[in-house]
C-alpha cells in the first residue's frame, strides 16, 4: 500500500518536471513532436530505474559501511555517465530497432538533471531497495507524461497565432506553469 | 573571439549571452530555488564559485587532458568543487543548506558549468576564462535575483524577509508554488527577447 501510494505521488503529485523542476532542458528541447517526446520519455524512465537500482547499491553497501557519503556526489555522477554508456552499448548490440528509435537521446541522459536528481533524493530520503525502485519507476513514468503532454500542446501551439517574443521557450514555459497548476490539484491524493 | 576586450569578456555574461535568458541554461536550479530572494542569491553564489574555479583549473590544465575523456574530466572536477561548496554550506549555513535540499549537490548537472569549459576554458588562457566564467556568475546571480526577487515580493509581500507591500496587499499564493516559477520565468524571457528586438531594430 505504501508502495502504491509512493508510485502515485512520484507520476502525478512529486512530478519531477512539475514539481522538482528537474529534467527542464530535454522536457523544453525534445517536446516539439509527440513521438521522439515519448522516446525521450521511455529512454529515461530506463535508465532512472537501472540508476535507481545500482545508486541504492553503492550508497548502501559501499559509501555507508565505510564513511564515505561525502563521496556520493562524484561516486553518482560517474556511475550514471558509465551506465549511460554502458546501457547505450548493450542496447545498440540487443535490440538495433530500439537504438535507432532512442538513438540521439540517449547520450543526452547523462547531463539531465532527472537522474542525478533521483539518486540524490532517493540517499536522501533513505529509502529502503523496493522503495528506490518504485520511486525510479514511477519518477520516470511521471516524466514521460509530462513530457508527452507539453509535446502534444505544443503541437497545437504550432497552428495558432503566439506573440513574437514568447514564441519558443517563452510560450512553453507558460504552458507548463499552467501544468504544474492543473497538476497541483493532484496533492490531496497522497495524504 | 581574440579581438574582444578583457571588458567585453565580463560583460557578455551580463546581457548578451546572459545564461538563464539568452543561452536557456541552467533553468532546472533557476526554477527551483527562486520562491525566495535568500535561496535565489545563496544558489547563485554556490553555482559562482563552483563555476570560476572550475574554469581556471580546467583552462590551467586543459593541455594535459586528452580530447576524447575530456567531458569526464571536467565532470570529475567539477563535482569536486560541489562537493566542497556542499559541505560548506552543510557545516557553516545549515538552514540554507537544508532548505535548498537536493539541489546544491544538483550543481555537478548544471549546464551553465559544463558548458563553459567545453565552449570557451578549455580554449582560452587562465585570465580570460577567469573572467568569462565571473561574467557568466554575475549574469546568473543577476538572473535569480530578478525571478526570485519578483516571487517573493509578489507571492509574499516581502523581499529578504522585510514586508515590503503595504497591508492591503493580498499575497498571490501562486507565485511561490512552481507554476509562478514557470509563468514568471516564460513572461522574463519574453521580454528579454523584446528588449533585444527594440535595440536591434534601432541600431
Known amino acids: 500500500m505504501e508502495l502504491l501510494a509512493l508510485f502515485i505521488s512520484a507520476i502525478l503529485v512529486n512530478n519531477f518536471v512539475l514539481y522538482y523542476f528537474l529534467g527542464i532542458c530535454p522536457f523544453l528541447g525534445v517536446s516539439k513532436k509527440i513521438d521522439s517526446a515519448l522516446s525521450m520519455g521511455l529512454a529515461v524512465t530506463f535508465v532512472m530505474t537501472i540508476t535507481a537500482v545500482v545508486s541504492w547499491m553503492i550508497n548502501h553497501w559501499i559509501l555507508i559501511p565505510y564513511k564515505l557519503d561525502y563521496l556520493q556526489i562524484v561516486s553518482f555522477i560517474l556511475v550514471i555517465a558509465s551506465l549511460v554508456q554502458l546501457v547505450e552499448m548493450f542496447i545498440r548490440k540487443a535490440s538495433p530497432a530500439l537504438y535507432q528509435a532512442l538513438g540521439i537521446y540517449l547520450p543526452l541522459i547523462t547531463t539531465n538533471c532527472a537522474i542525478m536528481g533521483l539518486a540524490l533524493l532517493a540517499a536522501l530520503k533513505n529509502f529502503s531497495f523496493l522503495k528506490t525502485v518504485t520511486f525510479g519507476i514511477g519518477s520516470g513514468l511521471g516524466f514521460t507524461l509530462a513530457i508527452v503532454l507539453m509535446a502534444s500542446i505544443r503541437e497545437q501551439l504550432d497552428l495558432s497565432d503566439v506573440p513574437k517574443p514568447l514564441k519558443g521557450a517563452g510560450i512553453a514555459l507558460i504552458v507548463a506553469g499552467i501544468m504544474a497548476l492543473a497538476f497541483q490539484g493532484f496533492s490531496g491524493m497522497i495524504k | ?203
Open chain 2, 1 to 203: 573571439m581574440a579581438a574582444k576586450s578583457i571588458a567585453q569578456e565580463y560583460l557578455k555574461g551580463l546581457w548578451d549571452e546572459n545564461p538563464v535568458f539568452r543561452q536557456l541554461l541552467g533553468l532546472c536550479p533557476t526554477l527551483a530555488v527562486t520562491n525566495a530572494v535568500i535561496n535565489g542569491i545563496a544558489m547563485g553564489l554556490a553555482t559562482s564559485f563552483v563555476l570560476i574555479i572550475s574554469s581556471v583549473v580546467v583552462a590551467s590544465i586543459k593541455k594535459l587532458i586528452p580530447s576524447q575523456v575530456r567531458i569526464a574530466s571536467y565532470i570529475v572536477i567539477i563535482a569536486t568543487f560541489v562537493t566542497v561548496a556542499d559541505r560548506f554550506l552543510a557545516a557553516y549555513f545549515f538552514q540554507i543548506s537544508k532548505s535548498l535540499g537536493p539541489y546544491i549537490p544538483l550543481i555537478v548537472v548544471n549546464c551553465i558549468i559544463l558548458g563553459r569549459q567545453e565552449a570557451f576554458s578549455s580554449k582560452n588562457s587562465v585570465g580570460r576564462s577567469f573572467v568569462d566564467a565571473l561574467g557568466m556568475s554575475t549574469g546568473f546571480v543577476l538572473a535569480l535575483l530578478v525571478l526570485s526577487g519578483i516571487r517573493e515580493i509578489l507571492g509574499m509581500g516581502t523581499f529578504l524577509g522585510y514586508q515590503v507591500m503595504g497591508a492591503w496587499f493580498k499575497p498571490w499564493i501562486i507565485m511561490i508554488l512552481p507554476a509562478g516559477a514557470f509563468i514568471t520565468l516564460g513572461i522574463l524571457i519574453a521580454v528579454a527577447l523584446l528588449i533585444e528586438q527594440k535595440t536591434k531594430s534601432r541600431s
